[in-house]
């Protein structure tokens, strides 16, 4: 049989071929009837046919090649074969999301990400869609690339509202939260993580992470009892899900809380506390990240202890591991904390240089917290070098008051009053009083956290302080001897905290979310700190294989 005969339109305009049978191919039996005897149907061409293009282009192409027999294939069998390429897509997108979840989990974040980045164009379902980009949100949060985390957690929150769905909302405000507090966007993620408590956070983890973002964000407002109380929510959670990574997160926030009310004791506690979960042999489930940040605030904690060499060793090892990670954000801040230490070292010349590259990090980041932290840092050298009388006031005076700005522009109230009291000592120099007692005007304004038994200010020294059970704060001198009994911390509210005695206004319900919004490139509405320069840079580096060097030999 040659190709010819199976073309022709006799064969082909018959039954369909999965119905053929051998019998098909032979002769018909009956003599009076053969087919070559039928007449032959002929389709002639007219020149008025009305069809379209698209018709002439496809059933007459059909029909004048196969026959009326055989039709285009029917609507159905393309949707068939639509819906088995969307459940292939979508099996081939779960196998790269867990090969991306098991690449992270071996701190193979970058290539994880890639993984994660080639899933996401054939995802389909919507909820693997949300885990998806849940993920992606935290791998650029630990690369310190907090403009585009902050937009997956905008696309998790469409995801969210379209699904109705309530613990999703929750876990899309979070990571809102999140990004806002790192840019420096205080009172957004503050209402954020407040609309995460009022979804249904369903009691487990994200309850506690929410807890400890609110406490987080509270610290920096300088709103210590509801920062403690987030703390204590947070911890309370972390015991009951025995999550090892929500818990050292906890011990890392207490312990800056600890350092920033002057307890020196307590914040290397609680910051051992969480080296030792980082370290252990629970430390299996933990990212890196996380021990870099307990490695971080082991050294501040140090540092502001006085163990300066301690210190400078474990901001070295986390400078290193933030260098093999790519942990920008964490790079910033260890170079941050080392220039603390130079210049509690009294070494400014190293410490401002050290202050100069955290600025430009922190500027390339958009992480005005940690930019905000060097300005500080580097306002102190120069109040250092004018009180030896090594710079005039001006350069002090201008730096000052460009920190006030961002300062008051975050909204941190403690770094604000510090630098209005900082101020009012420049003008007072300059002989300006007038403009001195504004200044001490406007940093009395801020009330500084006080005792909850003797109403005495506190972080005014170094003393040993303690937390009541209603999150208040108390000098350790003043602790109730009740207090004292973990058998009775359960037992109620004390009569004896002037803060939990004192008559208080409903709580009103929260406003409205704020809408999601991204970014510009440029967030930094009050100039640009000094420039990263790649001597700075260098000089940073060199100082650190210097030390590094030292204290190996």
Not at 44 to 58: H, I, K, L, Q, V
Not at 167 to 195: C, F, V
Request: proline share 5%; charged share 25%.
């Amino acid at each position: 049989m040659s190709w010819d005969s199976i073309e022709s339109r006799d064969f082909l305009g018959g039954v369909p071929a999965h119905q053929l049978s051998a019998t098909r191919l032979l002769s018909s039996p009956d003599p009076s009837r053969h087919h070559l005897d039928d007449p032959p149907d002929v389709y002639p061409f007219a020149e008025d046919y009305g069809g379209n293009e698209s018709s002439r282009n496809g059933a007459m192409r059909w029909g004048s090649r196969f026959g009326p027999a055989h039709r285009p294939p029917q609507a159905g069998l393309l949707d068939c074969f639509r819906a088995c390429r969307s459940r292939l897509d979508q099996y081939v997108a779960r196998r790269k999301i867990e090969r991306g979840v098991r690449l992270y989990g071996q701190n193979e974040q970058r290539q994880a990400v890639k993984v994660w980045l080639s899933a996401l164009r054939g995802v389909r379902h919507r909820t693997d869609k949300f885990a998806l980009l849940g993920h992606l949100y935290q791998a650029y949060m630990d690369f310190g690339k907090y403009r585009e985390s902050l937009e997956y957690a905008n696309r998790q929150l469409s995801i969210s509202e379209e699904l109705d769905s309530a613990p999703m909302r929750a876990e899309a405000y979070l990571n809102l939260a999140r990004a806002h507090q790192t840019l420096g966007g205080l009172d957004r993620a503050l209402s954020y993580a407040r609309h995460a408590l009022y979804n249904d956070c369903g009691g487990g983890s994200t309850a506690g992470c929410v807890h400890l973002t609110v406490a987080s964000v509270s610290l920096e407002l300088g709103a210590f009892s509801k920062a403690m109380d987030g703390f204590q929510k947070a911890l309370s959670v972390a015991q009951a899900q025995n999550d090892n990574t929500l818990l050292l997160q906890v011990y890392v926030g207490l312990s800056e809380l600890w350092r920033r009310l002057k307890d020196a004791e307590r914040a290397v506690a609680c910051a051992a506390r969480a080296c030792d979960l980082g370290r252990g042999p629970r430390s299996t489930d933990l990212n890196t990240r996380h021990h870099r940040m307990a490695l971080l605030q082991m050294a501040t904690a140090l540092r502001a202890r006085g163990e300066l060499g301690d210190a400078h060793d474990y901001c070295n090892e986390a400078l290193r591991l933030a260098a093999v990670a790519g942990d920008q954000g964490c790079y910033a801040r260890a170079v941050r904390i080392a220039g603390d230490v130079y210049r509690r070292r009294c070494d400014v010349g190293k410490a401002i240089r050290h202050y100069e590259v955290a600025m430009g990090a922190g500027q390339a980041l958009g992480d005005r917290l940690a930019q905000m932290e060097a300005m500080d840092g580097a306002a102190r050298c120069l109040e250092a070098l004018r009180l030896q009388g090594r710079i005039c006031n001006c350069r002090p005076l201008e730096f000052n008051t460009r920190l006030l700005e961002v300062a008051t522009s975050v909204g941190a109230k403690m770094l604000v009053r510090r630098v209005r009291l900082r101020l009012a000592e420049i003008y007072t120099a300059l002989g300006d009083n007038n403009a001195a007692a504004r200044q001490k005007r406007a940093a009395a304004a801020w009330v500084a956290p006080q005792c909850a038994r003797c109403r005495e200010p506190l972080a005014e020294q170094p003393e040993p302080l303690a937390s009541l059970p209603c999150a208040h704060i108390v000098h350790h001198a003043c602790m109730p001897e009740s207090w004292s009994r973990r058998s009775t911390r359960g037992a109620g509210v004390d009569t004896q905290c002037a803060e939990c005695a004192s008559p208080r206004a409903a709580r009103a319900p929260p406003p409205a979310p704020p809408a999601p919004r991204t970014l510009p490139s440029q967030d930094f509405p009050f100039g640009t700190p000094p420039t990263l320069r790649e001597s700075d840079l260098n000089s940073v580096l060199s100082d650190h294989s210097s030390q590094q060097a030292t204290s190996s030999v």
